[in-house]
């Protein structure tokens, strides 16, 4: 029998925390078949075995952190991070998803039945005792897709996106490091760190083993024999480390590689400054004070800042501020306070 939840009665919204509880409450109780009219909470999921869940208006992260067993099917479209974390659920959008789909998936299978927006597939990775993540696409990504990749096979099928320029948007696979993305149509601006190449038999065989059940789960079984015309498809790999282009500063990627004029360029003119990672002088977060009647003269301070930012003049203890990033360690190793941070 199905647990119906509707999240919306008389006005009066159910809000997240009470949604999840009630959730976990449920299953606890021996259920296991769920169908939840939701309006816009987060995070729905379950833990347990043999799970499924039906769910309309869901917000963002549905399935964050799916486990195996659980199934999760959205009816029409999700917002931002579909599958945030997957570590082995089934999650099926038969609508489109939004920003950040799939964004560090490590196990389980993503399937949208539409498109999906900007850095989708980003971070995924792959453990090699379990099977890899699979992410499907029925249509095309937003721009920056599979950013730092590091594992996991996804399939971006370009149904119906025969105008598009690319069918990964712009600037997609940047720092790509590991896993394969497959794709069926025109591909621009992808990142130097990659490389697009023609199918093999392997690949085939995968598409053709993978593209029924697709296709079955987004309710498109129509679609199998166009979708499979190999013609149009390619598959994208990080180049091995012999062939990628040698390191270049932030700076010559700012001038040579990024925006022109940088993200914010029409507001803050960008000087082409880097900063560092940690700050010291007037940018600190925070800042050493120290007192003289609680020190003992350990020299602990001294001994273990890794800035070497204070000396000792007599009997008292300095710091420069141009070598101090306000890191606590002086403070956390004195025995009687004599460092406080402020």
Not at 225 to 237: A, E, P, R, V
């Amino acid at each position: 029998m199905t647990c119906k939840i509707e999240t919306l009665k008389n006005n009066d919204r159910m809000s997240t925390q009470e949604l999840l509880q009630t959730i976990t409450r449920k299953i606890e109780e021996g259920e296991t078949e769920f169908e939840i009219e939701a309006c816009g909470q987060h995070d729905i999921t379950g833990k347990g075995a043999n799970l499924l869940f039906r769910i309309t208006n869901p917000g963002q992260r549905v399935g964050a952190m799916g486990m195996d067993g659980v199934k999760i099917v959205v009816e029409g479209s999700a917002p931002a991070d579909i599958g945030w974390l997957n570590s082995g659920a089934e999650i099926v959008v038969k609508g489109d998803g939004g920003d950040t789909a799939a964004h560090c998936a490590a196990g389980g299978k993503i399937f949208v039945g539409g498109r999906v927006g900007t850095r989708s597939g980003a971070l995924m990775k792959h453990d090699p005792k379990f099977e890899p993540p699979q992410f499907w696409v029925l249509k095309n990504t937003g721009s920056f897709s599979f950013e730092f990749m590091g594992g996991g096979i996804a399939v971006v099928c370009g149904f119906g996106c025969e105008d598009l320029n690319s069918v990964l948007g712009n600037r997609s696979c940047v720092g790509m490091v590991g896993g394969v993305v497959y794709v069926r149509g025109k591909v621009e601006g992808l990142a130097k760190c990659v490389e697009q190449v023609k199918l093999d038999k392997f690949d085939k065989d995968f598409l053709k083993s993978g593209m029924k059940e697709f296709l079955q789960e987004i309710g498109k079984p129509e679609l199998e024999q166009d979708l499979l015309d190999f013609k149009n498809w390619s598959k994208i790999l990080p180049l091995p480390k012999e062939q990628k282009e040698k390191k270049i500063s932030v700076k010559e990627f700012k001038e040579q590689e990024w925006f022109e004029g940088g993200l914010f360029g029409d507001l803050v003119e960008d000087n082409g400054e880097v900063f560092a990672l940690a700050q010291s002088g007037d940018a600190r977060l925070r800042k050493p004070e120290w007192e003289k009647d609680l020190c003992v003269d350990c020299s602990l301070c001294l001994n273990n800042c890794p800035q070497k930012a204070i000396s000792k003049d007599l009997a008292r203890y300095n710091t420069d501020p141009d070598r101090c990033i306000g890191c606590g360690i002086c403070s956390a190793v004195c025995p009687r306070n004599a460092w406080r941070m402020v």
